[in-house]
């Protein structure tokens, strides 16, 4: 069966609120998986809430290579086109982004280019930045480095810390991403 871009498949290892949003705004695409590394993460259960279909297994222990060949065997079978990263917490292999070249997306809290990686707020609040915010973009090798395709700033106020900074970009985040993937699936 042929894959199809509007078809996207949403892999998660946490909370899930990015796919919760993902979820409620599905416009221009469907959710047509949610894939996790995590068996027990709470992002599951969201997806198992809103009646779609899950994939999970544990990656510990699994070399990781071995891990996304079953994974990718997985979004063929769901006739995936388009994936979607949303606070998924595992490194992708070089096949994997091979197999999926341009077609996976990822969302970072931080105005790419700057602040790649982990605890991109309080980087961005130690460097006294006044603006933050969070940037939608493909996925190639290099981490947080693929094409940018949309971003939304947030202010950084005085009194602002991790907490409410994360707050904030976080709400930005759940506006930005359903939009840039439904435009991302169309184009
Ligand atoms: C978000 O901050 C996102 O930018 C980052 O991971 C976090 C995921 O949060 N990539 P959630 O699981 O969507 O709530």
Redesign the pocket.
Known sequence: MKADPGRVAVL??????????LIDQASGYEIALVASNKLLAP?LEVARSAGLPTWAFESGGVPRDEFDAILTRSLEDHRVGTIA?????QILSPPFVERWRGRIL????SLLPKYRGLNTHARALAAGEELTG?TVHIVTEELDSGEILAQTEVAIEAGDDVATT?QK??MA?HDLYPAALAAFVQR
Request: proline letters at 4%; a positive charge; charged letters at 10%.
């Open positions: 998660v290892s946490g909370r899930g609120s990015n796919l919760k949003a992002a990263l949303a606070g998924y917490m990822n969302i970072h809290p969070c994360s970009v976080l985040e």
